[in-house]
């Protein structure tokens, strides 16, 4: 198809354009002839500045003609790479030669994927601990939502991990998690509903009866005017389950930018200072507080459990400082319309398809 063979040169092809592919677009002539490469992938490259055409930069829906002579600087797949040690500092509640338990902070990625390559839990991990290059991911074998902050455990070995997984698969590690609703929930309660992919939005997830089955046990700790602090218990480890699950109570987490709801901050029933608070609080107030398992060497069960994350406890002093309630003033109602983020969530580490196989998502 060409009429020279690609010739790479350091990181660099050269090619000329064969007569055959004369009037297609400049990136549907270069997928064929670098099928090895994804057409997005190519659009990319072009768009930065990476391909010339004679020696012009150029755009992806120039027409060629046959006989231009294309230089390509390849740029080497991020996720060639992801699996690089990075002196990244982490938390450590517990180590062994088996196991590891983290508190992991809001804002960081577990496992890499396509817009975080980099600068993960896999990747602080490597560094901590060289060894792990030779376990599956690393030794992870659950998994935390970016801005979910909170505890998990990572294996050491591949035994550990094999064990940690035929745990996670029975449903016997405990996990509890805190998180902080809008509305006034009433008394304790179980969501048992199955969670698949939303059918509007394959980013996220809904409840769907053809999903998997996820179970949820939530407990009352507090009740505010506009908001409850609940605990949760997880007997499935779905992705996005605590959150999926509340928003089908209509009491979506606090600052969750996916499944909350359109006009959700009753501004004239709150304080100046918690207005002040939650405008401040840039994600889901969601925080896996404790963790128990059998230790996979010893088979003792073993329990963690860590301190409620900073942004929590300051958003929960501000609840708690609220005027009381008047039972004269107007009733408080959340809109039933979900709120639809502009954020791309595609870049979310948390849609692998292997749920449940070898690496359990959580909330």
Same mark, same amino acid.
């Given at each position: ?10 990181? $660099? ?16 002539? /270069?997928? +064929? ?54 002196? #990244? ?35 602080? =991990? ?16 659950? +998994? =935390? ?11 050491? $070995? ?38 698949? +992919? ?8 809904? /409840? ?15 009740? *505010? ?9 997880? !007997? ?24 909350? *709801?359109?006009?959700?901050?009753? #501004?004239?029933?709150?304080?100046? $200072?918690?207005? %002040? ?47 009381? +309630?008047?039972?004269? !003033?107007?009733? *408080? ?6 709120? =639809? ?9 948390? *849609?692998?398809?292997? %749920? ?8």
């Amino acid at each position: 198809m060409t009429d020279a063979t690609p010739q790479p040169l350091n990181n $660099t092809l050269t090619l000329t354009i064969s007569n055959d592919l004369g009037g297609l677009r400049l990136d549907v002539a /270069l997928q +064929r002839m670098l099928p090895e490469h994804s057409r997005s992938r190519l659009q990319a490259w072009i768009k930065e500045g990476l391909v010339t055409v004679d020696k012009l930069p150029s755009t992806s829906k120039t027409k060629v003609w046959g006989g231009e002579q294309i230089v390509v600087q390849v740029q080497a797949k991020p996720e060639n790479y992801a699996y690089v040690a990075e002196d #990244i500092p982490l938390d450590i509640v517990f180590e062994d030669d088996h196991i590891i338990i983290i508190n992991k902070p809001a804002g960081m990625v577990v496992h890499p994927a396509a817009g975080n390559w980099g600068g993960t839990l896999l990747n602080a =991990l490597l560094f901590h601990a060289p060894e792990l290059k030779d376990v599956p991911r690393a030794g992870i074998v659950h +998994r =935390l939502d970016k801005d979910t902050s909170g505890i998990l455990v990572v294996a050491k $070995t591949l035994a550990a991990q094999t064990n940690l997984v035929r745990q996670l698969q029975a449903r016997t590690v405990k996990r509890e998690y805190r998180a902080i609703v809008w509305g006034q929930l009433w008394r304790n309660g179980v969501v048992d509903q199955a969670i698949g +992919r939303d059918p509007r939005s394959r980013t996220k997830m809904a /409840l769907n009866r053809m999903g998997k089955p996820a179970i949820t046990r939530y407990e009352i700790l507090e009740r *505010f005017s506009v908001q409850t602090y609940l605990r949760c218990n997880l !007997e499935t480890g779905r992705t996005h389950q605590i959150r999926v699950h509340m928003q089908s109570l209509k009491a979506p987490i606090v600052g969750d930018p996916v499944y909350g *709801f359109r006009g959700i901050i009753p #501004i004239r029933v709150m304080t100046q $200072t918690l207005r %002040d608070e939650v405008s401040q609080f840039n994600r889901q107030a969601l925080h896996a507080i404790k963790l128990g398992l059998m230790h996979p060497a010893t088979n003792e069960f073993m329990e963690w459990q860590i301190e409620l994350a900073d942004d929590m406890k300051a958003l929960l002093e501000a609840m708690r400082h609220e005027d009381p +309630r008047n039972d004269d !003033e107007e009733e *408080f109602e959340f809109s039933s319309e979900p709120y =639809l983020s502009d954020e791309d969530y595609e870049d979310d580490e948390d *849609f692998d398809d292997d %749920d449940d196989l070898e690496l359990e998502d959580e909330e």
